[in-house]
């Protein structure tokens, strides 16, 4: 049910919103039970398009899973009874909400709104007509620390996703590591050497609980550390190991995932977790083996530019992949400018910096560490500093944008 509503009658019910939010007298937020909070339609349009002025966070959402672990709940207040979270959407707006305030009045809708309301302005002229009123690039987190391994997946090609499921464009990808524990890896691409029918025929076997799928002889094991960055274009087999926190940086065409070996685990629900291996076994790329892994997909970091407190390095992303990504390192302010698109970032270094307007168009915007925030492409120009008990110190961010 969840996934007939998901893939189909949101995105229906999302073509009638559209209009009648663009001319409704009043909107009413009944999400918090026996709460309900109004606004008027002209009230909520403008604030809406006052966020594509400035810099904004969505309300993050945190889920758990069967590998969840339990970074995210030491470092983000979240509920210590829960089991673990695995999953945080920290800029996803289709899965977001974005909250409002008009005076004493805070209004909770969803992310998508804005996109589908103000998408030029939020989105830049170029990144509007090719993805239209979409926001094609996806911040969100992965707890294994204290956890386990995620599903061994792959993600379907373009002309694949275009053929069978009618996406123009396919989830592209990228593990940034946040923190590691000393053993941890990431499974990326396949040896070198093996078979490919070798590979699924014990992919199968395993899925039918015959025996264990054979990892170690058929997929890379490469150890991960703090800062590295995995790029992950379509096609290549992955999956993040236990004692990770990643930041994954992708793109977003909704959720099309193949799982092709899921560790023999069951579901919360108790159920065998399903597995997509007839998929699967269309769209993975067997060039993407060890040598080629290492010489495209690991680490492929390379100096921009640098002033006087800061440094740019180019960290990703592959070039089949839509999305640039580059980090500043910085102990004084930057300037950066949005050149016209929607740009991406997280402080993934540093316990706070400030985002301000070097004209005064906007008010100082504080962030702390590991926080995703949205730089809409009406911004134009803008400057990150250290700030708080971080000034002084060195901080980082990737920044993610759509390639012209």
């Given at each position: 049910r969840y996934k007939r509503a998901f893939f189909i009658e949101w995105r229906v019910f999302d073509r009638h919103k559209t209009p009648l939010l663009k001319r409704a007298d009043y909107l009413l937020d009944t999400t918090e039970e026996n709460a309900p909070a109004m606004v008027s339609g002209e009230a909520l349009r403008a604030g809406l398009q006052q966020t594509t002025t400035q810099p904004f966070r969505v309300a993050p959402f945190f889920d758990p899973g069967v590998w969840g672990g339990q970074w995210m709940k030491q470092h983000f207040d979240l509920d210590p009874s829960a089991p673990n979270y695995a999953w945080c959407f920290d800029c996803v707006p289709?899965?977001?909400?974005?909250?409002?305030?008009?005076?004493?009045?805070?209004?909770?809708?969803?992310?998508?709104?804005?996109?589908?309301?103000?998408?030029?302005?939020?989105?830049?002229?170029?990144?509007?007509?090719?993805?239209?009123?979409?926001?094609?690039?996806?911040?969100?987190?992965?707890?294994?620390?204290?956890?386990?391994?995620?599903?061994?997946?792959?993600?379907?090609?373009?002309?694949?996703?275009?053929?069978?499921?009618?996406?123009?464009?396919?989830?592209?990808?990228?593990?940034?590591?946040?923190?590691?524990?000393?053993?941890?890896?990431?499974?990326?691409?396949?040896?070198?050497?093996?078979?490919?029918?070798?590979?699924?025929?014990?992919l199968r076997a395993a899925g039918r609980g015959e025996k264990t799928f054979d990892d170690e002889r058929f997929v890379n094991q490469i150890t991960a550390h703090k800062h590295d960055h995995f790029l992950i274009p379509a096609g290549t087999v992955h999956c993040s190991g236990a004692g990770t926190m990643v930041l994954e940086i992708s793109a977003t065409p909704y959720i099309f995932t193949f799982k092709l070996w899921d560790w023999g685990r069951l579901g919360l629900d108790g159920l065998p977790r399903p597995v997509h291996l007839d998929h699967g076994q269309q769209v993975i790329d067997w060039q993407r083996d060890t040598q080629w892994v290492y010489d495209n997909l690991v680490n492929r970091i390379e100096p921009i530019a640098e002033g006087e407190g800061w440094r740019e390095e180019r960290t990703g992303m592959h070039e089949r992949e839509f999305i640039e990504t580059r980090r500043h390192w910085f102990t004084a302010p930057v300037t950066h400018h949005t050149h016209g698109g929607v740009n991406v970032l997280n402080l993934v270094e540093g316990a706070e910096a400030v985002v301000d307007s070097p004209s005064g168009a906007f008010s100082p915007f504080i962030v702390h560490y590991a926080e995703t925030f949205i730089i809409p492409a009406a911004v134009g120009e803008y400057r990150i500093s250290p700030s708080g008990e971080s000034v002084g110190q060195q901080l980082a961010t990737i920044k993610a944008w759509v390639r012209g």
């Open positions: 289709e899965e977001n909400s974005l909250l409002l305030r008009f005076g004493n009045v805070r209004i909770e809708i969803p992310s998508q709104d804005l996109v589908l309301i103000y998408p030029r302005a939020l989105l830049g002229e170029k990144v509007h007509a090719r993805f239209g009123a979409e926001f094609p690039i996806r911040f969100d987190f992965l707890d294994t620390i204290g956890g386990q391994n995620l599903s061994f997946q792959v993600h379907p090609v373009t002309e694949y996703i275009q053929q069978q499921f009618g996406m123009h464009y396919t989830q592209d990808e990228s593990y940034y590591i946040l923190e590691a524990e000393p053993e941890a890896v990431v499974y990326l691409g396949t040896k070198t050497g093996i078979e490919p029918q070798d590979m699924l025929d014990c």
